[in-house]
């Protein structure tokens, strides 16, 4: 995303340091912008985009936060998705947060695009080899969601999340997790049953364990579901038909199955037929999410 020295530069004070603005662009009437910073949840710099829309440069406006998928950046969604158009509309700050610890340094990290750069999974890892770095769920529950309410023009208690595929998964766990955080939560082909998905499998023993079941529960939104005891949570899942990892990798039925047994996570889980995992799948249905979350945000 190419700077523009039109857009005045915003530095930030927090206490790890300087938020510095990267890049500013304009969209939609307002301003796309990407920021770096100094992690104290992961300890290497991280970056994050913001879309500001309109309203927010005259009062404060809800966040619609999205984690994005295996390999991506902060940046994908923001360049791929159309959703700058919507979030514009609705008068809604949208908030993209990269998927894992970038320079960390640690052996391995780099050898396969499902497990680590790229692939922090949403969780806190409790294996001694990546539990100083790859503490994504704190970063951003925590960590990027104080910043953003600190910095940002934020109406106060106004947050929902979504995400795809990984970041499909981290949204709905973050949401789970935290009863009253999110006001709703959604999600485009997101890895439901993590336990029982090869790439779930395969993270969680690294990052959390071999046969560690306690510590990968709480990270599978299949497995939350069940249990989950917070306020009503308005959850959209949109899935494609024609999707290469349907079965063996994402396993909605299963979220269905735990949803429908618990009252308290009210799921919409719809079936689109002919879609893929790519972006273009989300760039058709991002409108109707977006749409979404602004019924449970703007009240």
Not at 140 to 151: R, Y
Request: glycine share 8%.
């Amino acid at each position: 995303m190419a700077s523009s020295s039109s857009h005045r530069r915003i530095v930030f004070r927090h206490n790890m340091g300087d938020i510095k603005e990267l890049a500013s662009q304009k969209c939609f009437g307002g301003l796309l912008k990407r920021f770096s910073h100094v992690s104290s949840a992961v300890k290497v710099e991280m970056k994050f985009t913001v879309y500001l829309p309109p309203a927010a440069e005259n009062g404060k406006c809800p966040v619609l936060w999205f984690l994005s998928g295996l390999e991506c950046t902060d940046e994908n969604f923001m360049s791929k998705a159309g959703a700058q158009k919507y979030a514009a509309a609705h008068g809604i700050i949208l908030v993209a947060p990269d998927t894992s610890p970038r320079g960390a340094s640690i052996e391995g990290e780099t050898d396969s695009w499902d497990f680590g750069v790229g692939a922090g999974f949403y969780v806190d890892a409790t294996e001694p080899k990546w539990a100083t770095h790859y503490n994504m769920y704190s970063y951003v529950t925590k960590e990027l969601f104080d910043i953003v309410n600190t910095h940002l023009p934020v109406r106060e208690g106004c947050h929902s999340i979504m995400g795809h595929s990984m970041g499909g998964h981290g949204a709905l766990i973050c949401a789970l997790k935290n009863p009253g955080k999110y006001r709703s939560a959604s999600a485009f082909a997101p890895i439901c049953h993590p336990c029982e998905a090869p790439w779930g499998k395969k993270a969680f023993t690294g990052y959390l364990g071999q046969d560690n079941h306690p510590a990968w529960e709480s990270y599978d939104a299949t497995e939350l579901a069940k249990k989950y005891d917070g306020a009503p949570l308005p959850v959209l899942v949109d899935q494609g038909s024609k999707d290469n990892f349907l079965q063996t990798q994402l396993m909605p039925e299963a979220l269905k199955a735990a949803a429908s047994s618990n009252p308290q996570v009210d799921l919409e889980l719809r079936m689109q037929e002919g879609y893929t995992h790519s972006y273009y799948f989300i760039a058709t249905f991002v409108e109707d999410h977006i749409a979404h979350h602004a019924k449970h945000l703007i009240k």
